[in-house]
């Protein structure tokens, strides 16, 4: 462009960072090339803040979790095909969770993909990220970019919030607009996140069956937090003195040391409740689908949701709240000025009793000094370090043993302070969640996970030590995938299809970036290291050998694995121990 053009034109690359801005996106996260280069690099001139990661999946899950917790979306930006393909998955996994997020993904020249000529990575980007997300847009014309940006806010945060692709081609990239144009053209969503209230009748007979109930329960999900309802919800509990079970990502809406939390006494609480009040919580396989064990056969559930599709998922909903959980708990808050209704004290007394002794039996575990580590006694000694700095750290945990332990030993007592594994239960997401929370929030981060799960996006150490983030990564190294004892079942002296390995220094990984490494043995120099490492407020990482016949298969969803032959042991049930027990097949 000559300087007059410059003066009275603009290009893609600049709208569309313009209009990004202007929706209040501020960071991108991303890997960049063919044909996006010059517009990551205008958008970080302009004032976007870029974070260049080292794999479009983890770009992907750092943009959900920094829409998780700002609910606002983010941006990842990845290449053509390849590098579009890459993100895919992080793209399903943020839909399935419920995070906003907008993938853009460059593309190649439009007509010559659509004749399926050869292009370079040509690719039918829009029609292959259809499934994997709310909406699939591609952005044919300049002019068009405000109603794109504007979109795909919408639709990602709107409802049960969810991932946009939008597809830009170069042949778009190309393209140019004069100023006024432009200037005229950008606009943005009035309300990207309406309010919806539960109709009243809804209202009413949740209050009536919660009032028949001799043993409500609240479940909290993930919906809640993202709801952004921890203050309606607080005080429901605190009217009605009804027991609650977090789940995962709901941890710290209600903080874990309240008096109400079964977290400790899980099954006894869903066992017994014959009113279920779902704030945010999908019936899926992490809670049995709402029937069968662990559940008492004769519950029956009042669900609020804000999508409607979800109610009746998987058994009868009695009660469907539809709408968002905060006008919702404001209405129940509402009417329970009108007619107050408590949980009985002989409820609360069950939960108390039965939760204290669960805290008893696990308390010497996480309290031992026994070396080589378990689990336990390294999450009890980490646990020392989260509680002391509990207000400004943020947990990313991803791994079997390590996200099921972890979960249940470090307490949360803030909203959205925690980003795991998710509704899938994938790996590979805790690195690109860390750098998502640290850069979103400005917070430190703790990240703790398996060495199985850490080996998947084990690379973005390097990206944390590049932009210098607050983020200690912690790996509970017991030599594998589940455990390192496994053995080979066949002759051929390798290792077994579980081994990973047990005398690795996990923490130099970071050292070749420039970070501060530490390798922890014992209680005592978990707990000092992991303090020093956080304190320190840098890159920086923590080895923790565990034994090596640390943990359990599949964490606590063993019971997932398909069921061996009628008196044969499953393969992936043998371990060394057994071997030594002489349970031999
Ligand atoms: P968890 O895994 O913690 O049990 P899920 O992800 O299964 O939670 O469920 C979260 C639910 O919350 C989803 O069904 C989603 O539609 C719902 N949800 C998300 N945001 C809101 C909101 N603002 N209001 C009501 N429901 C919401
Ligand atoms: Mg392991």
Request: charged share 20%.
């Amino acid at each position: 462009m000559t300087e007059e053009q410059n003066q009275t034109i603009t290009d893609t690359p600049h709208y569309l960072a313009k209009a990004l801005m202007a929706n209040g996106i501020r960071d991108m996260y991303g890997v960049v090339g063919i044909p996006v280069t010059d517009f990551a690099r205008i958008a970080q001139g302009m004032g976007m803040r870029y974070i260049g990661m080292r794999h479009e999946a983890d770009a992907v899950n750092a943009a959900a979790a920094e829409g998780f917790l700002n609910a606002r979306p983010a941006v990842a930006l990845t290449v053509s095909a390849p590098g579009f393909l890459n993100g895919l998955p992080a793209l399903l996994e943020a839909t399935v969770n419920g995070f906003p997020v907008i993938m853009i993904g460059g593309s190649s020249t439009r007509h010559i993909v659509d004749l399926n000529e050869g292009e370079y990575e040509g690719l039918d980007q829009m029609g292959y990220a259809k499934p994997f997300c709310k909406a699939s847009l591609r952005i044919d014309r300049i002019e068009d970019i405000p109603l794109a940006v504007a979109r795909a806010v919408h639709i990602a945060s709107c409802g049960r919030p969810g991932a946009v692709y939008l597809d830009l081609p170069d042949d778009t990239v190309a393209q140019m607009l004069s100023k006024d144009a432009a200037k005229a053209n950008l606009w943005t969503p009035a309300d990207p996140q309406p309010s919806m209230p539960p109709s009243r009748a809804s209202v009413d007979a949740a209050m009536a069956l919660l009032r028949q109930a001799k043993h409500p329960l609240m479940v909290i999900g993930k919906g809640a937090a993202i709801a952004r309802a921890e203050k309606e919800i607080r005080e429901f509990i605190g009217k009605t003195d009804i027991p609650f079970q977090p789940m995962s990502m709901a941890k710290g809406v209600v903080p874990d040391d309240d008096p109400h939390s079964t977290a400790s006494c899980r099954s006894l609480a869903l066992g017994n409740a014959d009113v279920v009040l779902l704030v945010g919580a999908r019936l899926n396989w992490m809670l049995s689908f709402g029937q069968g064990k662990p559940w008492n056969s004769q519950v029956r559930f009042i669900q609020i949701d804000i999508d409607p599709e979800e109610i009746d998922n998987a058994r009868k909903i009695d009660v469907p709240m539809v709408g968002d959980i905060r006008s919702a708990m404001m209405m129940l808050n509402g009417a329970l000025e009108e007619r107050p209704f408590t949980a009985s004290e002989e409820w609360l007394g069950l939960i108390r009793k039965a939760g204290a002794a669960n805290k008893a039996k696990f308390a010497a575990k996480e309290r031992s000094e026994q070396v080589p580590m378990s689990h336990f006694n390294a999450l009890g000694a980490i646990a020392k370090v989260y509680d002391r700095h509990h207000e400004d750290l943020i947990l990313a945990n991803e791994g079997a043993n390590s996200l099921d332990d972890c979960r249940n030993i470090i307490a949360m007592r803030e909203p959205r302070r925690r980003l795991d594994c998710g509704t899938w239960g994938v790996m590979g997401c805790g690195t690109g969640y860390a750098i998502g929370a640290a850069v979103a929030t400005g917070r430190k981060v703790l990240y703790i996970g398996g060495d199985s799960a850490f080996g998947f996006d084990g690379m973005e150490v390097e990206t944390a030590c590049r932009y210098r983030l607050p983020i200690t990564f912690v790996v509970l190294n017991n030599g594998g995938i589940y455990r390192g004892d496994f053995e080979n079942l066949g002759t051929d002296g390798d290792p077994s299809p579980l081994t990973l390995t047990y005398e690795a220094h996990y923490e130099t990984m970071i050292e070749a970036f420039g970070g501060e490494g530490y390798y922890a043995t014992t209680p005592e120099e978990t707990e000092a290291m992991v303090e020093r490492a956080v304190m320190s407020g840098r890159p920086s990482f923590v080895h923790v050998q565990l034994a090596k016949y640390a943990g359990r298969e599949s964490g606590n969803i063993g019971s997932l694995n398909p069921k061996p032959v009628v008196g044969a042991l499953a393969a992936s049930e043998v371990t060394a121990h057994d071997y030594a027990q002489g349970a031999r097949m």
